[in-house]
Structures are given as C-alpha cells and as structure tokens.
C-alpha cells in the first residue's frame, strides 16, 4: 500500500530558485507536448505515444532556443509526459476530463523518483540542489531516518508556502476492532450529515464563514494594476485567504470520515451526482462548500484500511419519500419539507433521519450477497407494504398499501 507524507518545506533562496526553474520547465514541457498533442489529433486524426513525446522532449533539449532544459533534472521533465500520457488514457477511457495547460499562477509541483533525490538520516538531498532541503517532520509515530520514500513532489502553492511529499510503500495496517455497528448515511447542505442512529452532524460552512474577508481582499486586488508589486502582494492574500478555508475543510472532512470508519463495520452513502446538481445556481456555491466528492473518497480509502465496508446504492433510491417504518412511498416530497407525516401508519418522520435509515436498510439489502458498491434497486422490507423499486419514477398518485 502507498502512503504519502505531506510536510512545509522551507528551502533556500538559491534552492527556491532552482525549483522555481524546474517548475517553470516542467510548465513548458506540458504545455509545449500538450498543444503538439492537441495539433496533431484535430488536423491529422492521429495520436502522439509517449515515446514520441520523449524523443521530442531529447530534440527540445539540443535546440538553442530550449538549451536550458538541460540546467534542470531530467527527471521531473519525463514525469510530466508520464503524467500528460496517463491524461489522456483517462480522457480517452472516460474517467477524466481533457487535459487543460498549466499556469504559472497555480498550484506549482514537479516529480522526482529515486534516481533524482537521495535520503541519508533522515536528511532529503535533491538533484541540481545544493545541501539539504529543510522541511518539518510531523508525523511523530514514524521515524524519518529509516523512511524509504520511492517518490518525493516538491510543490509551491499560490500563497508562496513550499511543501514536499514522500510517497512510501507500506505494508496494509491490521483492521479495526469489530465493532457489531452498522449506519447509514445522508448527505445534506443544511446539515451535513444526518446517520441512521440520530447523529445530526452540523455543517461549519467554512466559505461562507471567511466570505466577506475573501471578498474585501479581491475588491483590494481588482482596484490594483495589472503586473505591479501590490497587485502580487494583493493575490497572495486572496490565495492565503482561500487556503484557510481549504485547509479548515479538509480537517473537517478528515475528522469526519475518521469517526464513522472508527465506530461502524460498514457505511452506506448515496451515489450523488454532484456534477449535475451544481448546474442549480441557487445551491452551487453551498454545495461546492459541502465536499461530498471529497467526503466520500476519503470514506472509500479509509474504510479499505481499516477494514470496513463501504456500501453505495444508487442514486435514483426514493429515501426521502419512503417511510421507514412501514414503506409507503410518497409522490411528491418538497425540498422545504423538513417533516412529514407518513399516510399509511400516522409515523411522524424527520426528513434526513428518516432518508439515512432508508439508505442503511438499502445497503444491507443489496450487501447481503457481495459487499462493497451497491444499487438500492429491489429493496425489501418487513411490513404491510412494499416500497417501489429503486428507479428514477415520478407515479401520478400517492400509492397505497394492498
């Protein structure tokens, strides 16, 4: 298993400046491969190999105009195009959107594999740099000096703030005690999460929190000319300012998804379409905020760490408008409902409480046979009724029980 270690770096001016070099070729090498890429499928239909991009990349090398190619590592230039060739894999497989360029006002990284860097106690020596690199270790329960990182990214954020990131192969961890718990989860905007057994977890709405503060630093940058000293100093705030909310969303999500793997041998979420549902206008803003895509893949690696079982039905699964009591399904259920009454056997139910114990009955269902990503279809319940299967339906009328 793969582990990675992210820690600050605090490299010298003359180490910065060689980074900095290297990011701006690994910068060109992307873009320049990427637009030949692009040329050469749109006007001759065919595709570049990777072993193409590395023979350009060798030609690059020789001409006098990118000569200084070759002041850097080598080795964070042949990882961009290991990089832009798995890209386009992904494009092309439908897992992942075209790659876009690169910009020298984002996130700045380059790859360095063990024949780029070498660690000697505990002290990480990087090619074409001089001395060690500083950074603060801070993961106490390991000990730096017999770390045998097979990879290490030195990446520069918008804010200046330098990091590295060890990338280790570990062994898989012993799994979690049994804990006899099972829950179901559903997801929510005013609360984020509402399990099957009353947790109610509040939604700390971390951009909204730091709105105006965000909004007074960007007015402060558009009122400053393009490409003076103030305006750079104005769009590091911006960016120091959105790092905190990044930051304090992340913590939260990590907290989170530590807790439920923690107290539950198995979880059962929705397959949310957050994609589409960001198209509302209205709620995009409060879902981006949210991070549910984050939340859930967190939830995936965690609970295949420590032994859990993650279970994901699908996303047309009525869990709102089903009662849980006696499965009767309703017709047409409002986003502003926050309670309701069910028909059939009078059973006043919290909207999410109720969703979250329809997605657990959901998930042990379909789980009873193979464990792991499930669709809520064809679920069966004890009671008077039965609940419709789980498809996308709208029935004309309120269903009622045989």
């Known amino acids: ?40 499928y749109h006007q001759q239909g065919e595709r570049i190999s990777y072993r193409r991009t590395d023979a350009a990349l060798t030609g690059w090398k020789k001409t006098a105009e990118l000569a200084f190619l070759s002041e850097v590592s080598s080795v964070p230039l042949q990882q961009t195009l290991r990089h832009q060739h798995t890209a386009f894999t992904n494009f092309f497989a439908g897992r992942a959107r075209y790659p876009r360029f690169k910009s020298r006002n984002a996130r700045q990284s380059a790859h360095y594999t063990r024949s780029a860097f070498r660690m000697k106690d505990g002290a990480l020596h990087v090619a074409k740099t001089n001395g060690p690199l500083p950074f603060a270790w801070s993961f106490g329960g390991v000990d730096i000096a017999t770390l045998n990182p097979t990879m290490v990214v030195i990446s520069r954020d918008p804010d200046g703030r330098w990091y590295v990131t060890f990338a280790v192969d570990t062994d898989s961890p012993e799994p979690l005690e049994v804990t006899g718990h099972e829950i179901g989860i559903d997801l929510g905007v005013k609360d984020f999460a509402m399990t099957s057994d009353g947790q109610r977890i509040a939604n700390p709405q971390h951009l909204d929190r730091r ?27 911006v960016a120091r300012a959105h ?18 793997v923690r107290a539950a041998d198995a979880i059962v979420i929705e397959d949310l379409a957050v994609k589409n549902m960001l198209r509302n206008r209205s709620l ?20 295949e760490r420590a032994g859990r079982t993650l279970v994901v039905i699908d996303r047309w699964y009525p869990s709102s408008k089903t009662c849980s009591a006696c499965g009767h399904l309703l017709a047409v259920l409002s986003l502003s409902t926050r309670h309701w ?53 709208e029935p004309p009328a309120v269903r009622r029980p045989a």
């Not at 000319?225 to 750079?232: D, I, P, T």
């Not at 409480?353 to 464990?371: C, S, T, Y």
Request: with cysteine; glycine share 6%; aromatic share 6%.
């Open 1 to 40: 298993m793969r582990t990675a270690y992210k820690c600050r770096a605090y490299p010298t001016p003359e180490q910065a400046a060689v980074f900095s070099r290297t990011f701006g070729c690994v910068r060109l090498v992307w873009n320049r491969t990427l637009a030949e890429r692009h040329a050469a």
């Open 211 to 237: 709105a105006r503060n965000l909004a007074r630093y960007q007015r402060r940058m558009a009122r400053c000319q393009r490409g003076s000293a103030n305006r750079r100093k104005a769009k590091a705030k």
């Open 243 to 260: 790092r905190k909310v990044r930051n304090a969303r992340v913590d939260f999500l990590h907290r989170t998804s530590t807790n439920l």
């Open 284 to 303: 995009a803003r409060a879902i981006s905020d949210c991070g549910w895509g984050e939340f859930r893949r967190q939830l995936e690696y965690k609970a």
């Open 341 to 393: 009454t069910c028909p059939t056997c009078r059973t006043r139910h919290d909207r999410d409480l109720n969703a979250a114990k329809n997605i657990l009955a959901a998930g042990r269902a379909v789980a009873e046979g193979d464990l792991g990503d499930a669709c809520g279809a064809d679920v069966r319940r004890q009671g008077p009724s039965l609940p419709q299967s789980a498809v996308k339906q």
